[in-house]
């Protein structure tokens, strides 16, 4: 059953078309990779799903919601982890997380045992009472990806889950991710890193010029062909430009 | 991975190589070593601040304003010179007043080169500066922040000093010794400039040694007591004008000012230790019991919502706490206070109070709005289920909470000290808080979550001006002709008080959709 489907989705800001006939789908137990270049239309995208900013064409459906016409009830249902976001300077990650489970009208208890939970699992319980201000980058990131989780929704948006965490929560976190999915859940996943893509998502669609360009189920590819198939399908200067580090990389 | 590993050892070797592959020079030709010591490389450096201190504000206020600014600085001089000579005020006076407003500019800027960068994306948005280069270029952090304080000295010793300096056309009238006398007061204010610049520096690097800033300042206090208690009282106030003001003192006290402030300057570069951190902050759980605090309160007050308590926890533990609103207030009071005292001077009218102070401290709006919006993003919500709507309504409740105390303390000093009559000071309190909340509603209504954005966008800064004037000038006016006011005069200005209020409860109420729409349709 699917759980977002979006169609023909157009949104340009003035001259330029940032999404031009976006069209896909994710069903229920999927770990769907969003995968393109930067500046291909995925953050775009993703706040349209999210309801932040309002399409020019097209319709989108999350787990029965319009995110253009009732953004807050999509926002209810889903979680949602931004691009390069970060939690309030001055709270600490356990005011951070109640604030969000206040916001969310989540239960005290529940809120407290899922925050002693995900500090558990991600490996910030000695942090809980440190402003985030004083935290790194990495730890800041595994508060965010807690609060996107912390009333387990049907559907997480994730914009780059894994940007500045340590090898180890990484390796956690796709262990994680892929299970969440598995449970009759559905996870997106933004990136740019055909790594990522390749090793923890059950399909990925390959994201260019505001559109899709290709799918693929990747339990049937290695990441040399996710990494063919990818530039094939991307112009040669996005192709050039920014995934050239992962390719030497998956090559060598 | 095994690529990730070649990467890896391929720059453990480059790091542990006395040379670098394809680097200029190749082995023991690397310019100036591996450190970039040298002349040649200081200069580079400070012709790469000094341009980015220039691009920096250029860009910010735009080419020609910025261009403009010295003029307005040295209109603004040799104006409220002219006034102040004109009322009777001692030439000595005004150029003590120069003096120490020189200083305080040099105390203050003595802090850029040590602000964090959070703090300034805060003001400036996203920014990556030359100093930063410590961390990728081998060059030392004590170096870069030598060459910018000099940097730092000397543009602002031309761009904001120098305009300062032509104050002394006035006070010495135009003749053939003007540039003299303008050179001479730019040299002196630029000394105490960069002695109150020298000072912050010291004491941040004693702070960076383990030494408290507040021990520092005590011993000075201890010290200036000291004197005055067992020495000459009349002898520690001239020892001190001789500081502040270097032109009154003989030219060898002056030169050796000016050493001793190098001298400082470079110790206190020598004790400065780069590798000093913030101790790392911990807090009990304010959130959950500011919440449970605000669940004793009627739902209909907005005080327990999670988005209010959010705003009140960043605002009391960022720098400055929760005081910064009262500070701004009170810095408006006591302008506001000297206003009424240059006012009487020159015309020998005294405002009524209530109504003087109740209209122009309502202002502090805008700062108190300032501080709410300071450290968060309108974005930053938009993962969470709640409206745009929903988070200026807490701003708003914030304001509220935190802006009523912090004018209801000035204002009641001041109809106290200027003793104002009772239905004066009920007046005011009216206009207080209409007008307060009229140009919350402005501020909020034109410049959303930033506003910031009124000191760099001219269109915006017109629109809240105007929007200001038209309140409170008629409310002056009202306050200067008829003193103490009339019952009649006095209801009609509560009216406008009300009136506006309304008007600023709309506005603030309106603001949530129409920056709903801006930010959902951009």
Same mark, same amino acid.
């Given at each position: 059953m699917g759980v977002l489907r979006v169609d023909e989705l157009r949104k340009s800001y003035g001259d330029v078309? *940032?999404? &031009?006939?976006m069209s896909f789908d994710v069903e229920r137990g999927e770990l769907f990779g969003f995968l393109?270049?930067?500046?291909?239309g995925k953050t775009t995208t993703i706040r349209s799903l999210t309801g932040q900013i309002v399409p020019d064409e097209g319709t989108i459906d999350v787990l029965g919601t319009d995110p253009t016409t009732a953004p807050i009830e999509t926002r209810t249902r889903v979680g949602i982890l931004p691009e390069q976001a970060t939690p309030p300077?001055?709270?600490t990650p356990r005011e951070y997380l109640e604030f969000v489970g206040d916001v969310r009208d989540l239960d005290a208890v529940v809120v407290a045992d899922g925050i002693d939970r995900w500090a558990e699992r991600l490996g910030f319980e000695s942090k809980l009472e440190t402003l985030h201000t004083d935290l790194s980058r990495g730890q800041q990131q595994k508060v965010m990806i807690a609060q996107a989780f912390l009333h387990e929704p049907e559907l997480v948006l994730i914009d780059?889950?894994? *940007?500045?965490?340590d090898p180890l929560v990484q390796e956690q976190v796709k262990q994680f991710l892929t299970s969440y999915a598995a449970a009759d859940n559905a996870v997106f996943v933004s990136t740019h890193n055909i790594d990522v893509a390749a090793d923890i998502c059950t399909r990925v669609g390959i994201v260019a010029d505001g559109k899709i360009v290709a799918e693929r189920?990747? *339990? &049937?590819?290695t990441s040399d062909d996710l990494l063919e198939t990818f530039l094939d399908h991307v112009d040669d200067a996005n192709a050039r430009d920014l995934p050239s580090l992962e390719r030497d990389a998956i090559q060598t | 991975m095994s690529g990730a590993g070649t990467e890896v050892s391929r720059s453990t070797q480059s790091s542990k190589s006395s040379s670098v592959p394809g680097?200029? =020079?190749?082995p023991g030709r690397q310019r100036g070593g591996s450190s970039l010591a040298g002349d040649g490389t200081n200069r580079l450096l400070f012709a790469a601040l000094l341009r980015e201190e220039w691009r920096l504000h250029t860009q910010l206020f735009g080419g020609e304003r910025f261009l403009t600014f010295p003029l307005l600085i040295a209109v603004l001089a040799a104006g409220a010179t002219v006034a102040l000579v004109e009322t009777g005020t001692a030439a000595s006076t005004v150029v003590l007043g120069l003096h120490v407003l020189a200083l305080g500019f040099g105390l203050y800027s003595g802090t850029a080169g040590f602000a964090g960068s959070s703090m300034l994306e805060n003001v400036f948005g996203g920014l990556s500066l030359v100093l930063g280069t410590a961390a990728t270029l081998p060059l030392s952090r004590r170096r870069l922040l030598g060459i910018f304080l000099v940097k730092d000295a000397l543009f602002y010793a031309i761009v904001f000093v120098l305009p300062m300096a032509t104050a002394a056309i006035p006070l010495g009238? /135009?003749?053939?010794t003007t540039p003299v006398d303008v050179a001479t007061l730019w040299l002196s204010l630029s000394l105490v400039f960069a002695a109150g610049m020298t000072v912050t520096v010291a004491l941040i690097a004693l702070r960076t040694r383990g030494v408290p800033t507040w021990s520092l300042l005590a011993l000075v206090a201890v010290a200036a007591l000291a004197s005055g208690v067992l020495g000459s009282a009349s002898a520690t106030l001239a020892a001190a004008q001789t500081l502040v003001v270097p032109?009154?003192?003989s030219l060898p006290a002056g030169v050796g000012i000016a050493g001793a402030t190098a001298l400082v300057a470079a110790a206190s570069l020598a004790v400065y230790d780069p590798t000093y951190g913030k101790p790392t902050r911990t807090a009990a759980d304010q959130f959950a019991r500011l919440r449970r605090l605000g669940d004793t /309160? #009627?739902?209909? @007050?907005?005080?327990?919502?999670p988005l209010v308590v959010k705003t009140l926890l960043d605002l009391s533990r960022?720098?400055?706490? /929760?005081?910064k609103p009262f500070v701004s207030a009170g810095i408006l009071l006591a302008l506001v206070a000297a206003l009424v005292g240059v006012v009487h001077e020159i015309t020998g009218i005294e405002p009524a109070p209530g109504i003087f102070f109740g209209g122009v401290l309502g202002l502090s709006a805008f700062t108190t709005y300032n501080w709410l919006t300071q $450290?968060?993003?309108?974005?930053?919500?938009?993962?969470? #289920?709640? @409206?745009i709507a929903d988070v200026f309504r807490a701003k708003r409740t914030a304001f509220v909470l935190v802006g009523a105390p912090a004018v209801a303390v000035p204002y009641l000093a001041a109809v106290l000290w200027f003793e104002a009559t009772l239905t004066d000071a009920l007046v005011g309190a009216v206009l207080l808080a209409g007008f307060g909340l009229y140009y919350y509603g402005l501020t909020v209504y034109i410049? =959303? $979550?930033? #506003?910031?954005?009124f000191l760099f966008d001219s269109v915006r800064f017109g629109q809240f001006t105007v929007g200001v004037a038209v309140a409170l000038v008629p409310a002056l006016v009202a306050g200067f002709v008829v003193?103490? #006011?009339t019952p009649e005069v006095a209801l009609a200005l509560a009216g406008i008080g009300i009136g506006f209020g309304a008007i600023g409860a709309v506005l603030s109420s309106r603001a949530g959709p129409k920056w709903d729409e801006k930010y959902r349709h951009e």
């Amino acid at each position: 059953m699917g759980v977002l489907r979006v169609d023909e989705l157009r949104k340009s800001y003035g001259d330029v078309r *940032a999404v &031009d006939g976006m069209s896909f789908d994710v069903e229920r137990g999927e770990l769907f990779g969003f995968l393109g270049p930067n500046g291909a239309g995925k953050t775009t995208t993703i706040r349209s799903l999210t309801g932040q900013i309002v399409p020019d064409e097209g319709t989108i459906d999350v787990l029965g919601t319009d995110p253009t016409t009732a953004p807050i009830e999509t926002r209810t249902r889903v979680g949602i982890l931004p691009e390069q976001a970060t939690p309030p300077s001055f709270l600490t990650p356990r005011e951070y997380l109640e604030f969000v489970g206040d916001v969310r009208d989540l239960d005290a208890v529940v809120v407290a045992d899922g925050i002693d939970r995900w500090a558990e699992r991600l490996g910030f319980e000695s942090k809980l009472e440190t402003l985030h201000t004083d935290l790194s980058r990495g730890q800041q990131q595994k508060v965010m990806i807690a609060q996107a989780f912390l009333h387990e929704p049907e559907l997480v948006l994730i914009d780059e889950p894994l *940007a500045n965490l340590d090898p180890l929560v990484q390796e956690q976190v796709k262990q994680f991710l892929t299970s969440y999915a598995a449970a009759d859940n559905a996870v997106f996943v933004s990136t740019h890193n055909i790594d990522v893509a390749a090793d923890i998502c059950t399909r990925v669609g390959i994201v260019a010029d505001g559109k899709i360009v290709a799918e693929r189920s990747v *339990a &049937d590819e290695t990441s040399d062909d996710l990494l063919e198939t990818f530039l094939d399908h991307v112009d040669d200067a996005n192709a050039r430009d920014l995934p050239s580090l992962e390719r030497d990389a998956i090559q060598t | 991975m095994s690529g990730a590993g070649t990467e890896v050892s391929r720059s453990t070797q480059s790091s542990k190589s006395s040379s670098v592959p394809g680097q200029r =020079g190749g082995p023991g030709r690397q310019r100036g070593g591996s450190s970039l010591a040298g002349d040649g490389t200081n200069r580079l450096l400070f012709a790469a601040l000094l341009r980015e201190e220039w691009r920096l504000h250029t860009q910010l206020f735009g080419g020609e304003r910025f261009l403009t600014f010295p003029l307005l600085i040295a209109v603004l001089a040799a104006g409220a010179t002219v006034a102040l000579v004109e009322t009777g005020t001692a030439a000595s006076t005004v150029v003590l007043g120069l003096h120490v407003l020189a200083l305080g500019f040099g105390l203050y800027s003595g802090t850029a080169g040590f602000a964090g960068s959070s703090m300034l994306e805060n003001v400036f948005g996203g920014l990556s500066l030359v100093l930063g280069t410590a961390a990728t270029l081998p060059l030392s952090r004590r170096r870069l922040l030598g060459i910018f304080l000099v940097k730092d000295a000397l543009f602002y010793a031309i761009v904001f000093v120098l305009p300062m300096a032509t104050a002394a056309i006035p006070l010495g009238g /135009v003749s053939a010794t003007t540039p003299v006398d303008v050179a001479t007061l730019w040299l002196s204010l630029s000394l105490v400039f960069a002695a109150g610049m020298t000072v912050t520096v010291a004491l941040i690097a004693l702070r960076t040694r383990g030494v408290p800033t507040w021990s520092l300042l005590a011993l000075v206090a201890v010290a200036a007591l000291a004197s005055g208690v067992l020495g000459s009282a009349s002898a520690t106030l001239a020892a001190a004008q001789t500081l502040v003001v270097p032109q009154s003192a003989s030219l060898p006290a002056g030169v050796g000012i000016a050493g001793a402030t190098a001298l400082v300057a470079a110790a206190s570069l020598a004790v400065y230790d780069p590798t000093y951190g913030k101790p790392t902050r911990t807090a009990a759980d304010q959130f959950a019991r500011l919440r449970r605090l605000g669940d004793t /309160v #009627p739902d209909a @007050t907005g005080v327990n919502d999670p988005l209010v308590v959010k705003t009140l926890l960043d605002l009391s533990r960022s720098a400055g706490g /929760v005081w910064k609103p009262f500070v701004s207030a009170g810095i408006l009071l006591a302008l506001v206070a000297a206003l009424v005292g240059v006012v009487h001077e020159i015309t020998g009218i005294e405002p009524a109070p209530g109504i003087f102070f109740g209209g122009v401290l309502g202002l502090s709006a805008f700062t108190t709005y300032n501080w709410l919006t300071q $450290f968060d993003a309108l974005e930053s919500y938009l993962a969470y #289920p709640v @409206t745009i709507a929903d988070v200026f309504r807490a701003k708003r409740t914030a304001f509220v909470l935190v802006g009523a105390p912090a004018v209801a303390v000035p204002y009641l000093a001041a109809v106290l000290w200027f003793e104002a009559t009772l239905t004066d000071a009920l007046v005011g309190a009216v206009l207080l808080a209409g007008f307060g909340l009229y140009y919350y509603g402005l501020t909020v209504y034109i410049a =959303g $979550f930033d #506003p910031n954005e009124f000191l760099f966008d001219s269109v915006r800064f017109g629109q809240f001006t105007v929007g200001v004037a038209v309140a409170l000038v008629p409310a002056l006016v009202a306050g200067f002709v008829v003193v103490p #006011p009339t019952p009649e005069v006095a209801l009609a200005l509560a009216g406008i008080g009300i009136g506006f209020g309304a008007i600023g409860a709309v506005l603030s109420s309106r603001a949530g959709p129409k920056w709903d729409e801006k930010y959902r349709h951009e």
